[in-house]
């Protein structure tokens, strides 16, 4: 797999909370950092990126375009301008944030990603909230390989559907909202196996996402949780545990709506 098996996100935090954080999370062992120019954290990061003790060859460094950008005349400007605030040559992975409104803009928008990786700003490039049917639609117009597709995804929603998607498209999910910022925590099913095995219910969560075949994001400004979520790496779950686990997706809850940005989320779905 060439995305790291565990991803530290950044929004909501900004300046020096975001650069320590990401300085933090770098230090405690992640070594995937997820911005956006949405999160107006960019410069942070990059500050924080420096200010650890990680090289930049050892980091793998996710930024996405902002819904707002994705015209041919916005989009290549908009990546140089990241680039500039996370003073980096080029990021490990572009993602387009949110699939285009204006569906005459979705054939550009794919373009214009490509293009960014052919000039050498992106080593990946991907693409973030597509239904199975529009990530269908930029894999076939894509130059390049799509990668990823980032998405809201943990136990409490059906996302099988777009997981087989990515499959049969040979790209990985992201997972976003992995703790439905806290939501997710709670559910008896998981605290039994939390408490069974001794280990925090949010390790617990990460590892059933990534034994999906999923790669989580989380985020901290605490060391402690950083710590702990990276224990995540370190056991597998059994059978039974994953199974009780995945009948929570029937409930089917979305925490990231998206608003009127957002796909509609059946579409395919
Ligand atoms: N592509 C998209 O549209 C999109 C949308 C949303 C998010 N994202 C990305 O995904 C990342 C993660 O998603 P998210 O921030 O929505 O949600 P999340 O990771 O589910 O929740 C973050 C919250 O969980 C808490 N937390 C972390 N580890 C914990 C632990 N071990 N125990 C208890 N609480 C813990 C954190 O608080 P403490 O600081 O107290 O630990 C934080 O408030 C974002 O930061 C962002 O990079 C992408």
């Known amino acids: 797999?060439?995305?790291?098996?565990?991803?530290?996100?950044?929004w909501p935090l900004r300046d020096e909370v975001a650069r320590d954080s990401v300085a933090m999370a770098l230090d405690?062992?992640?070594?995937?950092?997820d911005t956006a120019q949405a999160y107006?954290?960019?410069?942070?990061?990059?500050?924080?990126?420096?200010?650890?003790?990680?090289?930049?060859?050892?980091?793998?460094?996710?930024?996405?375009?902002?819904?707002?950008?994705?015209?041919?005349?916005?989009?290549?400007?908009?990546?140089?301008?990241s680039l500039d605030q996370l003073k980096y040559g080029k990021v490990d992975l572009l993602l387009i944030h949110w699939p285009p409104r204006d569906d005459a803009l979705f054939d550009p928008a794919i373009d214009a990603l490509?293009?960014?990786?052919?000039?050498?700003?992106?080593?990946?490039i991907g693409v973030s909230n597509f239904t199975p049917k529009?990530?269908?639609r930029a894999v076939k117009?894509?130059?390049?390989?799509?990668?990823?597709?980032?998405?809201?995804?943990?136990?409490?929603?059906?996302?099988?559907?777009?997981?087989?998607?990515?499959?049969?498209?040979?790209?990985?999910?992201?997972a976003y909202?992995?703790?439905g910022r806290g939501k997710v925590l709670g559910q008896p099913a998981i605290q039994q196996v939390a408490e069974r095995r001794g280990l925090s219910e949010a390790a617990i969560i990460l590892r059933w996402v990534m034994q999906k075949g999923v790669i989580p994001l989380v985020q901290?400004?605490?060391?402690?949780?950083?710590?702990?979520?990276?224990t995540a790496l370190d056991f597998t779950l059994s059978e039974p545990e994953m199974n009780a686990i995945s009948l929570l997706t029937k409930t089917n809850q979305r925490f990231i709506a998206g608003g009127s940005w957002a796909p509609d989320w059946t579409d395919g779905a």
Not at 28 to 33: L, M
Not at 114 to 124: I, P, R, V
């Open 220 to 230: 901290t400004t605490k060391c402690k949780n950083a710590k702990g979520n990276l």
């Open 28 to 33: 405690c062992g992640f070594r995937h950092i």
């Open 177 to 179: 909202c992995v703790l």
């Open 141 to 174: 117009r894509a130059s390049f390989p799509l990668i990823a597709n980032q998405v809201e995804f943990h136990p409490l929603i059906d996302q099988t559907k777009l997981l087989a998607a990515a499959k049969e498209l040979s790209l990985t999910l992201e």
């Open 40 to 81: 107006d954290n960019e410069k942070a990061v990059g500050e924080g990126m420096r200010a650890s003790g990680v090289t930049r060859e050892d980091v793998f460094l996710v930024t996405k375009v902002h819904f707002d950008n994705l015209a041919k005349a916005k989009f290549l400007p908009s990546v140089r301008a």
């Open 1 to 10: 797999m060439i995305i790291p098996h565990i991803g530290f996100g950044t």
């Open 114 to 124: 490509c293009e960014a990786q052919g000039l050498g700003f992106a080593k990946h």
């Open 134 to 136: 529009l990530l269908r």
